[in-house]
T-cell receptor, first 121, second 112 residues
Framework: GAVVSQHPSRVICKSGTSVKIECRSLDFQATTMFWYRQFPKKSLMLMATSNEGSKATYEQGVEKDKFLINHASLTLSTLTVTSAHPEDSSFYIC?????????????????FGEGSRLTVL | AQSVSQHNHHVILSEAASLELGCNYSYGGTVNLFWYVQYPGQHLQLLLKYFSGDPLVKGIKGFEAEFIKSKFSFNLRKPSVQWSDTAEYFCAASSGNTPLVFGKGTRLSVIA
């Protein structure tokens, strides 16, 4: 299947600094990428939908100024956690939607990155 | 609001036992349903999906799921689990091109 790569897989930073996480689709062009946050023993919470060349669409309750998302090309989306605080420590997962394959609604399959564990000290 | 519920937080089974993980969704209209698996230390992978047609969907590794519209359910089943099935299982749903909404996940532990 298609491959989505995230980098870095683990990052530790000091409170108040900014951290950038990259998400790349390696063998397909992804017009849409999604950023999720996974809390311990909880589900994946959708943070935002990232569309190439346009502003991201944030879910309710997600601070757009804190979680900056850029989707500059068809194969790369970045999530920058600005002025990180310990409560931002979490597992961040990106996913990319492969082009529709003729299914109803043209809903292409989602492929997930390995995730990035952020620890803010 | 659209939601997905997984009733079992942690399931422990012996090898060769049969598995059924519950998933219920609350969506109006057309719904697309998915089961994803996350093996320890790995990324999420698609097990199977339902868009339309035969409500009994067969996926990889011997898994299957049945879409029962009247019950708003999409339970995951496997007749005989193996130790290698130990993982976290997520049910997810979407409607058309909306983003996936995930359930909270069920951790499956298979013991020898």
């Amino acid at each position: 299947g298609a491959v989505v790569s995230q980098h870095p897989s683990r990052v530790i930073c000091k409170s108040g600094t900014s951290v950038k996480i990259e998400c790349r689709s390696l063998d397909f062009q992804a017009t849409t990428m999604f950023w999720y946050r996974q809390f311990p023993k909880k589900s994946l919470m959708l943070m935002a939908t990232s569309n190439e060349g346009s502003k991201a669409t944030y879910e309710q309750g997600v601070e757009k100024d804190k979680f900056l998302i850029n989707h500059a090309s068809l194969t790369l989306s970045t999530l920058t956690v600005t002025s990180a605080h310990p409560e931002d420590s979490s597992f961040y997962i990106c996913s990319a939607r492969a082009p529709g394959q003729g299914w109803d609604g043209d809903t292409g399959e989602l492929f997930f990155g390995e995730g990035s564990r952020l620890t803010v000290l | 609001a659209q939601s997905v519920s997984q009733h079992n937080h942690h399931v422990i089974l012996s090898e060769a036992a049969s598995l059924e993980l519950g998933c219920n969704y609350s969506y109006g209209g057309t719904v697309n349903l998915f089961w994803y698996v996350q093996y320890p230390g790995q990324h999420l992978q698609l097990l199977l999906k339902y868009f339309s047609g035969d409500p009994l969907v067969k996926g990889i590794k011997g898994f299957e799921a049945e879409f029962i519209k009247s019950k708003f359910s999409f339970n995951l089943r496997k007749p005989s689990v193996q130790w290698s099935d130990t993982a976290e299982y997520f049910c997810a749903a979407s409607s058309g091109n909306t983003p996936l909404v995930f359930g909270k996940g069920t951790r499956l532990s298979v013991i020898a």
